[in-house]
């Protein structure tokens, strides 16, 4: 937390955030044309924020592209707004997204082809385990609600099933790269859907603890994207509880990933 209190104290470094909220997903050159600043300060910088956990970087082909990770921010919140003002906030929160609806989704369309969303997380366990997490029928039943059921190799399909012995299933996608244990990529959608978002797991060993990144793309609309946003916060929280505690949280994440599904499955 002393990281991102650092961080955010520079000017600068807030500006490449709000340039990131806007437009995320920029390269080095793309951001220094919003800063008159040479570009080895600007490098740095993004340093500092990528050290604080405030931005995550993905590699496409030659480019470096960086996203605005809301971990952090999230967590200053729950800490000291969730107690006491939170419902007020929403209340407001809900008129300022309605005014910015339409514009979001015009910077989505324009932004078309890279990932929508970057989740970036950190869990005291071994990618070996991560990997099973994200796999196992019986795992993702505790902590997401749902049994994720396939034979994870590349062309099959995968099923979001309920845990209450229906068998009917939520959510529906084909696998498309599975690479044990360091990257799971499926397609995402209502079991009919016929144009799924892409959503990717990219797992790597960070000295003795595990990076985790969630990168959902092609997410249809600024709905949606909020949906994701607070979907996969919830889920990504009770795995990370799971493999370090042995325990999911209190508040079961499906109930505030449903407005995901909800979504997916009018579509």
């Not at 080895?40 to 996203?67: M, P």
């Not at 099923?159 to 009917?168: L, M, N, P």
């Not at 790597?204 to 990144?213: C, G, K, N, P, S």
Request: hydrophobic residues 40%.
């Amino acid at each position: 937390m002393d990281k991102v209190f650092k961080a955010l104290a520079d000017p600068g470094r807030r500006l490449l955030l709000d340039r990131l909220r806007q437009d995320n997903g920029q390269t080095l050159g793309q951001l220094c044309e919003y800063l008159e600043m040479a570009r080895q300060s600007v490098s740095q910088h993004l340093s500092v924020l990528e050290s604080a956990n405030l931005i995550s970087t993905v590699r496409r082909g030659r480019l470096k592209l960086h996203y605005l990770n809301p971990v952090p921010l999230n967590e200053i919140a729950h800490r000291w707004i969730s107690a006491f003002e939170m419902s007020r906030l929403e209340a407001l929160h809900a008129v300022k997204q309605r005014a910015e609806e339409s514009e979001m989704t015009d910077e989505m369309t324009e932004t078309e082809g890279k990932p929508t969303f970057v989740y970036v997380t950190y869990i005291h366990s071994t990618p070996e385990k991560v990997w099973e997490a994200l796999t196992d029928a019986d795992l993702t039943a505790q902590y997401w609600g749902h049994s994720n059921v396939s034979d994870w190799r590349p062309g099959s399909r995968w099923e979001h099933v309920r845990t209450d012995g229906s068998g009917i299933a939520d959510g529906a996608g084909e696998v498309l790269e599975a690479t044990p244990p360091r990257r799971l990529v499926m397609t995402f959608g209502a079991p009919d859907d016929t144009s799924p978002s892409v959503v990717a797991f990219d797992i790597e060993q960070h000295h003795d603890i595990v990076r985790l990144t969630v990168t959902h793309e092609a997410i249809p609309n600024a709905e949606d994207y909020e949906a994701a946003s607070a979907g996969w916060a919830a889920v990504v929280s009770n795995l990370k509880s799971l493999l370090e505690t042995g325990r999911v949280l209190p508040q079961a994440p499906w109930e505030m990933h449903a407005d995901l599904r909800a979504r997916q499955m009018s579509r």
